[in-house]
């Protein structure tokens, strides 16, 4: 499959602007560069969507919470109609919410976690941990290594 016949979603649910939204937006300009197909999910307040291309379709993400029913079903309303290749997401609370989302429709997904927060960060296909350290960590917590990269 060539990049450009790839439909990605990719999420996060931060308004803020730091690392892991830089991270967000850099992965997204990648993402583009190789033609991927790429919507991007974020809230509309998002002070680093300045960013990001305007050609990209965005789709308003605002999960008030880590199981918000609401924002989980119109998720899955949105994955059912358009069927992404992919879904990536950064943060833990976009994480939940798109694994929720995506129970029983096939959609693979890949979660950056930019913490030690583990918990919520299950369910995801692989995760990219940023360091040996953090992978260390998550296994220590039960995760399977085959999963963490």
């Given at each position: 499959?060539?990049?450009?016949?790839?439909r990605i979603v990719?999420?996060?649910?931060?308004?803020?602007?730091?690392?892991?939204?830089?991270?967000?937006?850099?992965?997204?300009?990648?993402?583009?560069?190789?033609?991927?197909?790429?919507?991007?999910?974020?809230?509309?307040?998002?002070?680093?969507?300045?960013?990001?291309?305007?050609?990209?379709?965005?789709?308003?993400?605002?999960?008030?919470?880590?199981?918000?029913?609401?924002?989980?079903?119109?998720?899955?309303?949105?994955l059912k109609a358009?069927?992404?290749?992919?879904?990536?997401?950064?943060?833990?609370?976009?994480?939940?919410?798109?694994?929720?989302?995506?129970?029983?429709?096939?959609?693979?997904?890949?979660?950056?976690?930019?913490?030690?927060?583990?918990?919520?960060?299950?369910?995801?296909?692989?995760?990219?941990?940023?360091?040996e350290h953090m992978?260390?960590?998550?296994?220590?917590?039960?995760?399977?290594?085959?999963?963490?990269?």
């Open positions: 499959m060539d990049c450009k016949d790839l990719h999420a996060l649910c931060s308004d803020r602007r730091g690392g892991l939204e830089q991270a967000f937006v850099n992965l997204t300009h990648c993402l583009l560069a190789l033609d991927a197909n790429v919507s991007i999910w974020l809230p509309d307040k998002a002070s680093y969507a300045d960013g990001l291309s305007i050609s990209t379709q965005r789709v308003r993400f605002e999960p008030r919470g880590y199981y918000d029913a609401l924002s989980i079903l119109k998720a899955r309303s949105w358009h069927r992404p290749d992919l879904i990536i997401t950064h943060n833990s609370r976009a994480t939940t919410v798109m694994r929720y989302a995506r129970l029983g429709l096939g959609i693979p997904q890949l979660a950056f976690s930019h913490s030690y927060k583990h918990k919520r960060m299950k369910g995801a296909t692989q995760t990219v941990m940023l360091t992978k260390t960590h998550f296994g220590a917590k039960g995760y399977d290594p085959s999963r963490l990269l």
